[in-house]
């Protein structure tokens, strides 16, 4: 008992030097972290936006959507568009208030060191226009050692400029060897590609995050509108669900990692009426006996895989 009390008193100290109040519990549209602060469970992705395949005001458009439906997680990187995306971003949050919005974004591993974190950090808040990031990511693993990008990690909150960190892309043996770092415990998610075509994750990964209690960051929840798995929106399963709740097949893909209360999904749309489509998912959340069907129409596998990546 003494113990778990040390242990939230630090996370109380932790968030009080970000500017936070600890938390007191959370709603099922949020998940507790590591370090005691909640973060929302459903999100906007911005791979593939701010590259010209939408008209700009289009994009933020579908942005501004979700922030008025109450979507307040966005989550972007320096990759995205060269940058592009960060911009997007920034001009879709103006006007908006910074203190109800939960920003990501994620560094390149070439930038995740001491000689370019710091660099690359704030120039994506400058594309922001905000002057902290609620969390910021290691895109995937680089030749950085993972002790240099977390100690540069922990000087970026230290700072302000981030409130707390985490990992994208890192298998279980990354994990293992991220938590073997000083401070590496720290890592409050993984976000990695799962959906309900790609269930990889469960046989190991996702176990051991669980039992360490950090969350996954689902990217692609939607399997890149099921191009990412044969068979997914056709699926007599998919389809059966989708008309109990008067869901489209995508919803039903969205409902699936929506299920498990302790997975953030961030499904990215540029079009305000998928945003809102997505949105609306929390609403109707799925019975144990539908996620069931799911799982069995498209199993998790029964032995360890590499980690998918698209």
């Known amino acids: 008992m003494v113990g778990d009390v040390h242990a939230d008193d630090a996370r109380d100290d932790r968030n009080t030097r970000r500017g936070e109040t600890p938390p007191h519990g959370t709603t099922p549209q949020e998940v507790t972290l590591p370090d005691g602060s909640v973060m929302p469970r459903l999100g906007m992705g911005t791979w593939y ?3 010209g395949r939408r008209p700009f005001d289009d994009e ?3 942005l501004r959507a979700g922030l008025d439906a109450g979507v ?4 972007t990187a320096e990759m995205y568009a060269d940058g592009g995306a960060e911009r997007l971003v920034g001009a879709a949050i ?3 208030d910074r203190g109800s919005l939960y920003l990501v974004s994620k560094v390149y591993p070439h930038n995740a060191g001491r000689r370019h974190l710091r660099r690359s950090l704030e120039a994506s808040l400058r594309r922001l226009g905000t ?15 993972l002790r ?5 990690m922990e000087r970026a909150v230290d700072d302000g400029l981030i409130r707390r960190w985490g990992v994208s892309n890192l298998d279980l043996h990354d994990m293992r060897e991220l938590m073997d770092v000083s401070r590496g415990s720290h890592c409050c998610v993984d976000q990695v590609l799962y959906h309900l075509g790609s269930r990889g994750i469960e046989v190991d990964l996702l176990p051991w995050l669980r039992g360490r209690h950090i969350p996954v960051m689902a990217y692609c929840p939607l399997a890149q509108a099921g191009r990412l798995r044969d068979g997914l929106l056709g699926s007599a399963a998919v389809h059966e669900v989708a008309a109990a709740h008067g869901f489209t097949p995508m919803q039903v893909l969205l409902a ?8 953030i999904a961030i499904p990215r749309s540029g079009v305000p009426e998928h945003v809102l489509a997505n949105a609306a998912v929390l609403d109707s959340p799925l019975s144990d006996a539908e996620y069931e069907l799911l799982s069995q129409a498209f199993p998790a596998p029964d ?7 698209e």
């Open 49 to 51: 936006l701010g590259e």
């Open 60 to 62: 933020a458009a579908a």
């Open 72 to 75: 307040r997680l966005i989550d």
């Open 94 to 96: 103006d006007g908006y």
């Open 131 to 145: 002057d902290y990031l609620d969390m910021y990511l290691l895109h995937w693993r680089g030749s950085v050692p």
């Open 148 to 152: 240099e990008t977390v100690d540069c």
């Open 256 to 263: 699936f990692v929506l299920h498990q209360p302790d997975m």
């Open 303 to 309: 032995h360890p895989v590499p980690l998918d990546m």
